[in-house]
């Protein structure tokens, strides 16, 4: 069964830093791209970030660049987001997921996501 | 950016019922549109990708069409568990954008 567990949410500080990680299992992780993708309360979904597996282009939205890195560890099956210099709208639930459009370049759509982490910045 | 606005934002239903959602894309986007389905508490699930595709695993009950700027998701008999909120997704391009939703409620 594919299956992505996302870990590393929690309460942090305005200015703090904080790291999301995603462990997947039942697919060949390294064939499909990755991304994180939040929900503020009460709003709608936001992509964050994407990553490909073999060409390590990375993608981020405007509202995280240069304050979060996204990266992946294909040996282990893992994703991550480093997010730094956190600011209250980054308080959000922050999805994993998997890229469907199996492409090296091109975004797609997401299936499955992972249940989701909290991460809540708050002084 | 590609701007997705979806309408209604929320709508009545009863079981048994035709609805019908849309999605608008601010520029073409060809076929590169995805909806979801999210319940409250829960991840989102995909539903369709490529504006028409079923999603593997998915009832057909749930279609979609449209291509350029225009898009519809149709379930064709509301059941109780389709009560949910609906987003759809272009993914023509980055940066990745979402409608702001549609959440399908019990009448």
């Known amino acids: 069964e594919v299956h992505l567990a996302e870990s590393g949410g929690g309460l942090v500080t305005p200015g703090g830093s904080l790291t999301l990680s995603c462990a997947a299992s039942?697919?060949?992780?390294?064939?499909?791209?990755m991304a994180w993708v939040r929900q503020r309360p009460g709003k709608r979904l936001e992509w964050v970030s994407s990553?490909?597996?073999?060409?390590?282009?990375?993608y981020y939205a405007d509202s995280v660049k240069g304050r979060f890195t996204i990266s992946r560890d294909n040996a282990n099956n893992s994703l991550f987001l480093q997010m730094n210099s956190l600011r209250d709208d980054d308080t959000a639930i922050y999805y994993c997921?998997?890229?469907?459009?199996?492409?090296?370049?091109?975004?797609?759509?997401?299936?499955?996501w992972g249940q989701g982490t909290l991460v809540t910045v708050s002084s | 950016d590609i701007q997705m606005t979806q309408s209604p934002s929320s709508l009545s239903a009863s079981v048994g019922d035709r609805v019908t959602i849309t999605c608008r894309a601010s520029?073409?986007?060809?076929?590169?549109l995805a909806w979801y389905q999210q319940k409250p508490g829960k991840a989102p699930k995909s539903l369709i990708y490529?504006?028409?595709s079923l999603q593997s695993g998915v009832p057909s009950k749930f279609s979609g069409s449209g291509s350029g700027t225009d898009f519809t998701l149709t379930i064709s008999s509301l059941q109780p568990e389709d009560f949910a909120t609906y987003y759809c997704?272009?993914?023509?391009?980055?940066?990745?954008?979402f409608g702001g939703g549609t959440n399908v409620e019990i009448k």
């Open positions: 990553i490909y597996s073999t060409t390590s282009s990375i």
């Open positions: 997704q272009q993914y023509n391009t980055y940066p990745l954008t």
């Open positions: 520029q073409d986007i060809k076929k590169y």
């Open positions: 997921a998997r890229d469907l459009r199996s492409s090296s370049y091109y975004p797609g759509w997401f299936d499955p």
């Open positions: 039942g697919f060949i992780f390294n064939n499909y791209a």
């Open positions: 490529a504006a028409s």
